[in-house]
């Protein structure tokens, strides 16, 4: 317990900006799956539903929820987490709600430090579940190692889904709530999205039906993920994701730090030159940076 | 015509980055109106007669065509424009596609510089016309005086508008294609989101239908626009909306300088490090900006 109150500990400071908080944690041998999907697909339910699968296996699980949209969201989401309860005890599974208060870089930057944390915590699992409504979205799932898009019959998810990109950062669908009359078409209308693919050399996603609520298909949902971080390390993915990770992350802290030194005061004087014509915005930005 | 041939080379200068572009032009008088909305909604047509009837009350057109999802789009766009071709012959109007190849601070930033250039070559009216469809659109819209929202019956547009923000960027409604007969209800629709709104002391905005390939309501929606300009005038509004505008440009400028500043090669080396673990993110960061 002492470990866990130490990890909460960095997170909190990861969220504040505190910009020590990563120093002397070592890498350790977790694999990171995001859990992504418009709202009322049944998110919870089937993250759950996974964790109780892998700590059958024996796994250490650490959960992250991101709610990109609300940056302030807290341990607000947590509350509504009724499945995930059963884990509440359980000294292998760790929860935590995470938020982006004003942080350097956003959530582009605070997700990859806090899977960075639970890393070398020993977690042997990280799930990251973030609520799947546009970019933001997206660019949380791009943390992950194998990415897991839940959709659910009925809700258009499966056009939604291709409109905001999500579509090409799956490595696996899951239609939940397949106990539904109309999941069999949302399963067709992925599969023919996808036959349009061409999947030579590449890891094609496969679709998986679930109930999240009594946990069927769950099983095949972790024996796929397995398959797919096979793949990813034989197949020499795994270090070309992370690398563009690793890019991505420095380079979304770089430019915050960058933008925290634009002065707001002379930002705000120039701008009133701009808006009166007394001065062209080249100029301006040239001289707000330096040029 | 000399005029329109350095304003078109002025254009050019602005689209690849040229810092001096600007340089050397005096701020006009031109009230800038941003014209949006989904593919399929009379964009263009209802842009050509909205130029034939500012014309016909004398005022010099300029029309920017922006296509936030094709960096390279050029030409390709004007070409579909045939409404707009009436207006060929015509000196009193200029029409102009843009692109942002690779531009410093993107669209956000190669917009506002086309509307300068346009201002300063003595345009009564510059028309920003934009393909609706998420976050860059909105942004592009934002830098326009009075933003026109163009919606037609049966494209599930007013539900889409609001997701995407560009309700609330609207200062004018246009329900394309009035001869539709669920043309009637996309109005009850917005009428009905716009109640829901608070509108004391703020611009309430009108929805008004158009059937743009006879012109019948273009009139009104020229009224609805004068009457718009003459509350930003009065209210203070305009002042407020290009200071914000000033300031937006200015920062996206600002970060393109020096986000252009970080070295490629070096941040490839740090990715590495970070990737493997030997190093920490915020570290790298550090180490890029000499922080």
């Known amino acids: 317990m002492d470990s866990v109150r130490t990890l909460a500990r960095i997170l909190s400071r990861i969220e ?59 341990g607000a989401l947590l509350g509504d987490r009724v499945r995930m309860q059963q884990h509440a005890t359980d000294d292998g599974v760790f929860i935590r709600s995470m938020a982006s208060r004003g942080h350097l870089g956003g959530l582009a930057a605070v997700t990859p430090q806090a899977v960075r944390a639970l890393d070398a915590h020993g977690f042997d699992v990280i799930l990251i579940e973030t609520v799947g409504v546009g970019q933001a979205e997206v660019e949380v ?92 390390n034989e197949s020499g993915e795994l270090s070309r994701r992370r690398l563009n990770r690793a890019r991505s992350e420095i380079l979304a802290m770089a430019k915050g730090i960058l933008e925290n030194r634009i002065p707001g005061e002379r930002l705000d004087e120039l701008a009133r030159s701009v808006a009166d014509g007394s001065l062209d915005p080249f100029t301006a930005a040239g001289e707000l940076t330096g040029a």
């Not at 890498?27 to 009322?40: E, K, M, N, W």
């Not at 919870?44 to 940056?71: E, F, M, Y």
């Open 16 to 74: 504040d900006g505190d910009r020590d908080a990563l120093k002397d944690l070592k890498p350790g041998t977790a694999r990171v799956i995001g859990l992504t999907g418009a709202p009322g697909v049944g998110k919870s339910t089937v993250t759950g539903a996974l964790t109780s699968q892998l700590r059958k296996a024996g796994q250490r699980v650490g959960v992250l929820a991101i709610d990109p949209s609300s940056p302030f969201s807290g």
């Open 141 to 232: 799932a791009a943390q992950a190692d194998s990415v897991l898009v839940l959709t659910a019959p009925g809700l258009g998810d499966a056009i939604q889904a291709a409109k905001a990109g999500i579509l090409e950062t799956a490595d696996l669908f899951v239609v939940n709530k397949a106990d539904k009359p109309e999941a069999q078409q949302t399963v067709r209308d992925l599969r023919n999205m996808l036959a349009l693919g061409r999947w030579d050399g590449r890891w094609k996603p496969p679709v998986i039906t679930t109930v999240g609520t009594d946990s069927t298909g769950i099983e095949e949902v972790a024996g796929k993920l397995s398959d797919h971080w096979n793949w990813l």
